[in-house]
């Protein structure tokens, strides 16, 4: 037996972790001097924490230690389940350097159990859709090992693309030099996002300003979108009606489709900051970034 986990980056809302019976990790973020655990929107007051970073907070992540990895882990070791781990991009964090700490000092009391973990090399609703499809294969009755091998393939299929606001925050959180932060500001760019074969940042292309940004991010989706079977999904940080007019964009151009829109976490949040809009969905390759 084995027991599939996801991580709270993937960003999936709340109701479907349940519905699937899904257990995941919260990962930590602190802002007020408070520490929290993002639950995928449960308890989540969005509002207070974007009009925190709008007044000037400066959230932080946190990676998790081994001892907390261990707790997450020992309870299935000890019922004789291994664990199968689709998690938000290695690239992106240095936090499972602890897992691996975690797993192999665990293996000493367990040495018969297993953790399998899958890099979906993205984060955010790129992940979301690669653990909605080991779900799937899960509940037909796939093997860890079958449902690794298909998720190699499906990972290149799902795409993320994504514009944020302010390239300051992309800067603060090491994920922009300073000097294109800087350079990207003053020009007014609002470059286009995604993630690379590796699961790092990627500029796809450079638009001048938010309305071209956003009428852009409605190109990608219909000139990318394959696979319907799989919801779209629409994320804002705090600017929902630009959400919404994007999600409207897209069903008015695919009826059948079903669009998910919902806000973004406040761990993607401390990187990306409030204005940001992303858009996820299955398509037949991951985007080819700008060289």
Known sequence: ???????SNCELWFTQAEEWGLDFIRMPYTYGG???AYDFGKNTDFKKFYTAVRGGEIPKTMALNPEEYKEILAPSFEKGEDVLYVSFSHKMSGTFSSLDAAVKELKETYPERKCNVFDTKAI????????EHAVRLKKAGKSDEEILADLEGFRDKTVVYF??????????????SAGAAVAGTMLGLKPVLTFDEEGGLAVVEKVMGRKKGLTKLAEKVAQGLKDLTYPVYVLDADCPADGDALAETIRAAFPSAEVRRQPVGPVIGSHCGPGTVAVGFVSDR????LA
């Open 124 to 131: 955010s609703v790129g992940s979301a859709l690669q653990v």
């Open 1 to 7: 037996m084995s027991k599939l986990i996801c991580d």
């Open 286 to 289: 991951r985007p080819i970034p």
């Open 163 to 176: 514009m944020v606001d302010d390239l300051m925050h992309l800067k603060r959180g090491g994920r922009l």
């Open 34 to 36: 408070e520490v929290y």
